[in-house]
């Protein structure tokens, strides 16, 4: 018989690299490095509200299965968004954090979160978590952003499913590249992409798309300069540091794409996304207002143009924009459901929250269907 255990590891470098990324794949923000860069970044961590406690499950001294876990004493960096849940709690003279949860961190992107070769696995590992949740007398368990095979485990086990919209870019076979991208809009739709793009032109700014080696020391002290003003312009705190960026660039070059705006030679705005396999995800973005930043159609021109170019010269099949944004539905992008689990140890606010999510998952249903209406296309995608 096989030796079989279950371990608390409360920092990602007591798992070994190779075999946490054999569990994990090719997705670059699950893997080691990625979350290496942000306990060692000091992002996650002591003091920051995110404490490591991740869960590996051994096998005759083999990591056999992995799950990415935290003590949370706050909602900030998660995108599913739980605050009103943690008001309630507090309404009843309850405490909802500390909680337990999975996830990758400031990361909105959907996929695996139970790294594990078979269901029992992780089954063994979505339990082992919702024990210790449980013995630590913490409030709950939440796996976000999961993918179907994990959301078959937490369903099973009884977790709470919830329902969000995303918007992404969904490659169609006949596009070759933005010409014919452009061509399967609607006209209306053709014509503002367009204006959007020469407007951007005739400011006189200039694009460089920089990816792996071509981005140096000066890009990323520019980027966290346009990084950090985005967050001061919404009077917020950035998550990530300089530190964070270069620790994960430098581990992993090729996951990383800067879009860089320039204007008479000066940088000018910025845009970050990390490139995965077969797609695109849209992270981070922010402009120099006082050097000039400020030009119409920007925006959109470095975080959805671009990356949609990119895409497509890369043959990648998607392209995920980010969190929220209805916006972007008139700029290709189409509405995806993405999915999470919730398990609350108060008997009564489980089935508070269940009924809820009912409803929810009902609202976001109508909500994408109303969506799908204004798609801006002149014929229905091909699913991808």
Same mark, same amino acid.
């Given at each position: 018989?096989?030796? #079989? ?29 990625? =979350? ?31 799950? *990415? ?30 909680? =337990?949860?999975?996830?990758? *961190?400031?990361?909105?992107? *959907? ?10 696995? /992780? ?66 739709? /053709? ?54 960026? /270069?620790?994960?660039? #430098? ?11 320039? /204007? ?47 895409? =497509? ?21 189409? *509405? ?49």
């Amino acid at each position: 018989m096989s030796d #079989t255990q279950l371990r608390v590891h409360p920092r990602i470098d007591d798992l070994p690299a190779d075999q946490w990324n054999a569990l994990a794949g090719a997705h670059p923000a699950q893997r080691h490095a990625f =979350l290496a860069a942000l306990e060692a970044s000091g992002a996650v961590g002591p003091g920051t509200g995110w404490q490591p406690c991740h869960l590996g499950l051994w096998r005759d001294g083999r990591l056999c299965a992995a799950m *990415p876990l935290y003590a949370k004493t706050h909602s900030f960096g998660e995108y599913v968004f739980d605050w009103a849940w943690a008001r309630a709690y507090a309404e009843h003279g309850l405490a909802y954090y500390p909680k =337990l949860v999975c996830a990758i *961190p400031f990361t909105p992107v *959907p996929g695996a979160r139970l790294f594990a070769g078979s269901a029992q696995d /992780r089954l063994l590992l979505l339990n082992a978590a919702r024990e210790r949740a449980g013995q630590d007398g913490l409030s709950s368990l939440h796996l976000l952003f999961a993918d179907n095979e994990d959301l078959a485990a937490a369903q099973a086990m009884g977790m709470l499913r919830r329902e969000q919209v995303q918007f992404h870019w969904l490659r169609q076979p006949h596009w070759r590249d933005f010409d014919d991208f452009l061509a399967s809009l609607a006209r209306d739709k /053709r014509k503002r992409i367009r204006q959007e793009r020469r407007r951007v032109a005739q400011a006189g700014v200039a694009i460089e798309r920089k990816r792996g080696s071509q981005i140096d020391a000066m890009d990323w002290a520019f980027f966290i300069r346009c990084y950090e003003a985005t967050y001061r312009q919404h009077r917020s705190t950035p998550y990530l540091n300089l530190a964070f960026f /270069r620790a994960a660039h #430098t581990a992993a070059p090729d996951d990383w794409l800067m879009v860089q705006a320039s /204007r008479d030679g000066v940088p000018i705005a910025a845009a970050l996304n990390l490139v995965g396999p077969d797609r695109l995800y849209g992270r981070y973005w922010g402009a120099q207002w006082d050097a000039g930043g400020w030009v119409p159609g920007l925006h959109f021109e470095l975080c959805y143009y671009q990356g949609i170019e990119f895409a =497509l010269a890369e043959g990648l099949a998607a392209f995920e924009g980010g969190a929220q944004g209805e916006h972007k539905l008139a700029r290709g992008f189409s *509405p995806v459901i993405t999915y999470s689990a919730h398990w609350l140890a108060h008997p009564a606010f489980a089935d508070a929250v269940d009924r809820f999510l009912g409803q929810e998952r009902q609202a976001v249903s109508a909500y994408r269907q109303e969506l799908e209406m204004h798609l801006p296309f002149r014929d229905p995608l091909i699913s991808t």
